[in-house]
Every structure is written in C-alpha cells, then in structure tokens.
C-alpha cells in the first residue's frame, strides 16, 4: 500500500504536486485531469476486484490488493508486479491493456498517452455532438477554466491516433514473427509505453527473450518513440529540422 499511494502520487503532474506540498494549493481535486487519472485508477481497480474475486482469488482482501497494485503499477508505468495478471480473466486483461494505453498525467514520470489527453478529447468529442445538434452553436472547451484551441485539439487527436497506429503496426509485425495475438499487441503497448511488461509471453512473470532479434529492434524503437511522444524523435531525422 505505501508502494502504491507512491507510485500514484510519481503519476501526478509534479507542477500540482509541488504546489500541494509547499500550501500554494492543497486540493489537487481542483484539476479535473487530476479527478480523471484518480476516478479512472479507482473505477480500473473495483472493475478488476470483482472479477478476479472467485475466480483467482478466493478473499475480498487478495482480490483487491492484487487488482490494486497491478492497475496501479501499469497505470504509472513503474513496471512492478506481485502476481501473474496473465492468467487473470480476458475482461480483466482488457482494461489493464487500456491503462496501459492511457497511463497517468502529463508533467510525471509515467508514460503513455497520458490522461490529460484523454481528458481533451473526451471534450472534443461531447462538442461534437453537441454541433450535431446545433451546427451553428459556438461552443469552447475549456478545462478548469482555461481555454484550449482548437490547433491543440488538432495535435491531440492526431497524437492518439499515431500511437495507436503506432502500437497497432508493431504488433501486426510481430505477430508475423510467429508470436500470439496477446503477447505481440501487448509487447508493442508496453514498450511504447514504456511500462516493463504485458501478457503473454511478455507478462509480468516472463520476460523479451522469446522475441526475436528483429522484434527486439523494433520495439526499441517502440520505447524510444514512446518516451519522446513521437514527433520528437522523427524530427531529429528530418533534414529540415537541423537546418533551422
């Protein structure tokens, strides 16, 4: 428990974090990216609790510590583990997979997608609806009172969709190297995530041996895409860039 309440607090933007810890602001539920990452990680938590209670573990208490502890693990991409999450039930494995997919807040240690993405195009889509049904309202999003344009909107949404793609392709790639449907989309989110481990033959009490050398490459540059969000990392090859 002391590991976790850790590894959730290494999950908050340190901006927030450190404007709590020297009393500028001590309720970090004012940010709704804040509420979001923790209702997310809770709701995760209970979901996981009650399906793997009876079926792997027989107590209330071990279902919640271990469901705890691995959604919290993944969700911050710190890459612990105390059980075999593997063999837990699909409904289970589908929700760490999106944890795994979305992480935790910008400005922390995690990696992924991270919420506060999540969060504007979750606003982006309810505005879209709404102009379904009124086309010509005009209708901002905002987030805690602040205004976010539409040129960051744009960069959001075409962010998700390249890591997604991103996450996708490498795992069509090696499951053309023979690898399982699970351990080769898992191995590719995990290593762009920058998580540790996935399912599979890549699970939390197995490890990349089995890859091949070729997948080996590929997903290295999985992790190094993942942790320079993408555009960093392409720039650095584009002529254009050095020049400027």
């Known amino acids: 428990m002391v590991i976790q309440f850790f590894m959730i607090l290494s999950g908050m933007h340190f901006g927030i974090l450190f404007l709590a810890f020297t009393g500028k602001q001590l309720n970090v539920f004012k940010y709704s990216v804040v509420r979001y990452y923790l209702i997310g990680l809770i709701v995760a938590i209970l979901l996981v609790t009650a399906n793997i209670h009876g079926t792997q573990y ?70 879209q609806i709404k102009q379904m ?4 309202a ?41 690898l399982d449907a699970m351990t080769a989309f898992t191995a590719s989110a995990t290593c762009m995530g920058n998580i540790g481990w996935g399912f599979g033959q890549v699970g939390p009490l197995h490890h990349f041996t089995l890859i091949p050398d070729a997948g080996k490459w590929l997903l290295t ?11 960093g990392l392409i720039l650095l090859f584009m002529v254009k860039f050095w020049k400027d």
């Not at 049904?133 to 010509?136: C, K, R, T, V």
């Not at 540059?221 to 555009?231: P, T």
């Open 58 to 127: 027989k107590t209330w208490d071990d279902s919640f510590r271990y469901a705890s502890f691995t959604v919290t693990t993944l969700g911050t991409t710190t890459g612990f583990s105390n059980c075999d999450s593997s063999i837990w039930p699909h409904f289970s494995i589908l929700i760490l997979v999106f944890i795994m997919l979305q992480c935790a807040c910008a400005g922390s240690t995690a990696g992924g997608i991270k919420v506060d993405r999540m969060v504007i195009f979750y606003k982006s889509f309810q505005r």
């Open 138 to 178: 005009i209708i901002p999003i905002k987030i805690d009172k602040i205004l976010i344009n539409n040129d960051l909107i744009e960069k959001v949404v075409v962010y998700i969709l390249a890591y997604l793609l991103i996450v996708f392709l490498t795992g069509l790639a090696l499951s053309f190297m023979n």
């Open 133 to 136: 049904l009124h086309p010509n």
């Open 221 to 231: 540059l999985n992790m190094l895409l993942g942790r320079l969000e993408i555009f």
